[in-house]
Each structure stands twice: as C-alpha cells, then as structure tokens.
C-alpha cells in the first residue's frame, strides 16, 4: 500500500517538473543567445527572464534578430528554422521572413519577478 503512494507521488511529482519544462519558451544556447552584457554585471537575471518568456513575436523565420535591453544587454534570437530543425516543432507559417519596415522597435527592459517588458513608442495624434 505504502509503495503504490509513494509510486504514485513519484510520478505526479515528474508529471509536473515535466510539464514545467515544456511550458519553458526559450533556452538559453537553443532558442537565443546572449551577445553583449552591455553595463551590466550580472547578466543571470537576463537569463532568468528570457527563460520565462516567450520571443515569438520578435522571431524570424529564416534569419537571427538580435533585440537590445535599455542596459545594452543585446540577445540574439535564433531563427523560427533552426529551433524547428535541432530544437522542437515549430510552425514556420507563424514567423515573418522579415519585419515590416515602419514596425516600432521596441526597447527591452527587466522588470521585477524575471518579467520583460516591452517599451513601444507611438507616433501621431494623441487623444
């Protein structure tokens, strides 16, 4: 009786850490990389939130985009192609091949609990 909890336990326990892991968006090394540390010194905080994020709409199909944090600490997206080919199944249907040219480049920043927020500036008539 004891042992079929225990098995039981054991296996909620792995069914969770499991489904945690594949909530996990990006990886650092599989879907970005981190290419400038900026002024910052401890960039672990950097890797914290880009882990709990998900930079889909800053991807690109074909190519790498790098996005840059108010700190100057740049991250290199890796391509909607290369993580669909060494990393998981992606639908590349999803990713542009480039980014409309007037798109608002947003400025990056990190927010308390390992969040990324996104600084958009608007242009015209304010009301």
Excluded at 27 to 39: D, K, L
Excluded at 46 to 73: P, Q
């Amino acid at each position: 009786m004891k042992s079929n909890i225990l098995h039981k336990t054991l296996l909620l326990f792995v069914g969770i850490c499991f489904s945690m892991i594949l909530k996990a968006q990006e990886i650092q090394g599989q879907t970005y990389a981190i290419v400038s540390n900026g002024t910052v010194t401890d960039i672990q905080p950097y890797i914290a939130a880009m882990n709990n994020s998900d930079m889909k709409y800053h991807r690109l199909k074909s190519t790498r985009h790098t996005i840059e944090f108010n700190t100057g600490v740049k991250v290199e997206l890796f391509s909607a192609s290369e993580i669909n080919t060494s990393v998981r199944s992606l639908n590349l249907s999803d990713y542009p091949e480039s980014f409309d040219p007037k798109r608002d480049i947003p400025v990056f920043s990190l927010g308390p609990n390992n969040f990324i927020m996104e600084e958009h500036h608007v242009s015209g008539k304010h009301y």
